[in-house]
């Protein structure tokens, strides 16, 4: 099996390319702070994810790189505030997508909290 049909890493990747697509409409002065921050963080949860699955064969490690995933989408839902409170997005959108963060962010935990559900041997 490959990391890209995993579920967390399908919905994470679309949710990062809506932000996308949706933060280009932010502001020029938004380049270098909120449009860059959104788009790093939403994109490193599928990378995190990504990396954990590489590294299942020691739990640790896999488990580690899930939490810094799921950190990663904790921060994207933050800027989703920021945009929604500076009124670049209205508040369907942002419940929207914040809907979708919350989803990945399940996703990823049940990969943490059962790890041998994904390739990880429990010793």
């Not at 919350?102 to 041997?121: A, D, T, Y």
Request: include cysteine.
């Amino acid at each position: 099996m490959d990391f890209r049909e995993l579920l967390a890493y399908k919905m994470g990747f679309q949710l990062s390319m809506e932000i996308f697509q949706l933060s280009k409409s932010f502001p020029i002065e938004e380049k270098y702070s909120l449009t860059d921050q959104i788009r790093r963080s939403s994109r490193s949860v599928c990378a995190n994810i990504a990396e954990a699955y590489r590294k299942r064969r020691y739990v640790a490690h896999f488990i580690s790189k899930l939490t810094d995933s799921d950190g990663e989408n904790s921060e994207t839902n933050v800027w989703l505030e920021f945009a929604y409170e500076c009124n670049y997005i209205n508040k369907e959108v942002f419940l929207d997508l914040s809907g979708k963060t919350q989803e990945v962010g399940k996703l990823i935990n049940f990969m943490i909290n059962n790890p041998e559900k994904f390739g990880c041997s429990i010793k």
